[in-house]
């Protein structure tokens, strides 16, 4: 298990540095888009699920409960880590001008979704207030800082996603003597 934990974390790791790559080219608008999040959540559940299925096949078809949620969970924990090493590569060393950027666009979305609310003006430029004064979500503490919220929320996905994934034998199964030679 740990081989096909690592290689999969990996790949998954690499496809989010993939999707990061792409999204960051098309520009900060697809950063920071709805849209982009649920295609990107749609992707990665379907990845964990073909991966668990896979492993399951490949050992006998068989898989509990415990052990699906232990391969999805580091699987998404090792994928973390990597996309999460590379964030903070694009937002301090690539371009360090990008967290502003994303700031500001996820503001006007902000206020776009308050008006499309009829929220009061003076709401609005409050939250503005507080949106703009805050810009540390980017900085590197900050991004240590949230690894262990985004292992709970891993830890969560893991349990949901075992479920598709479990598939225990037939209860009543036996086993003859023939089909467990002494050694």
Not at 100 to 108: H, N, R
Not at 143 to 165: D, H, M, N, V
Request: aromatic content about 12%; charged content about 15%.
């Amino acid at each position: 298990m740990k081989n096909f934990v690592l290689y999969g974390g990996i790949a998954l790791g690499l496809l989010g540095i993939i999707v990061t790559g792409i999204t960051y080219f098309i520009g900060v608008e697809a950063m920071v888009s709805l849209w982009t999040a649920g295609i990107e959540l749609v992707l990665f559940v379907g990845l964990y699920i073909y991966l668990g299925l896979r492993f399951r096949k490949l050992h006998g078809g068989y898989l509990s409960y415990k052990d699906s949620f232990t391969l999805i969970f580091f699987m998404s924990v090792i994928s973390y880590v990597i996309t999460g090493l590379f964030l903070i590569l694009l937002y301090h060393v690539i371009n360090p001008s990008l967290p502003e950027k994303l700031q500001d666009a996820t503001i006007q979305k902000a206020v776009a979704w308050m008006q499309k609310f009829d929220v009061p003006q003076d709401k609005i430029d409050e939250q503005i207030g507080k949106m703009q004064g805050d810009n540390s979500q980017f900085s590197i503490g900050s991004q240590l800082r949230s690894i262990p919220i985004s292992f709970i929320i891993s830890a969560i996905i893991a349990l949901l996603l075992a479920l598709f994934i479990r598939k225990n034998p037939p209860p009543f199964q036996t086993n003859t003597l023939d089909d467990n030679p002494p050694s």
